[in-house]
């Protein structure tokens, strides 16, 4: 810290630098037995990639999918694994958007 209170430059310099240019690209994973349907994970995906299946659980729950052709337009913002009271989908990263 220098006497204004703002980081010195040196700990300034220690930031990682992301070019505005990529993005995350993320990989949905879904454990169709957990779901309850509740429609979280679908409704509140950011770039709104997610979508109910025709499938159906052994409890009878339509659970989630990716949309067709959305594949790789997942940010792996994590919204779905932290809203899904159910632990019943989750993303990870999968390197950068192409
Ligand atoms: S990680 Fe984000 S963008 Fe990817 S499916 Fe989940 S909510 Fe959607
Ligand atoms: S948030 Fe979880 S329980 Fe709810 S619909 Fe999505 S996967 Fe199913």
């Known amino acids: 810290m220098n006497e204004s209170g703002s980081p010195a430059p040196e700990s300034r310099s220690a930031a990682v630098v992301v070019p505005r240019t990529v993005r995350p690209l993320g990989r949905v994973y879904i454990i169709p037995e957990r779901c309850k349907e509740c429609k979280?994970?679908?409704?509140?995906?950011?770039?709104?990639i997610l979508e109910l299946s025709d499938e159906i659980n052994t409890?009878?729950?339509?659970?989630?999918r990716v949309k067709k052709g959305r594949e790789n337009d997942?940010?792996?913002?994590?919204?779905?694994?932290?809203?899904?009271?159910e632990f019943a989908i989750f993303a990870l990263q999968a390197g950068v958007a192409p």
Do not use: E, L, S
């Open 59 to 64: 409890a009878g729950y339509h659970h989630p």
């Open 74 to 85: 997942c940010v792996n913002c994590q919204m779905c694994t932290r809203i899904c009271p």
């Open 40 to 48: 979280y994970c679908w409704t509140f995906c950011p770039p709104g």
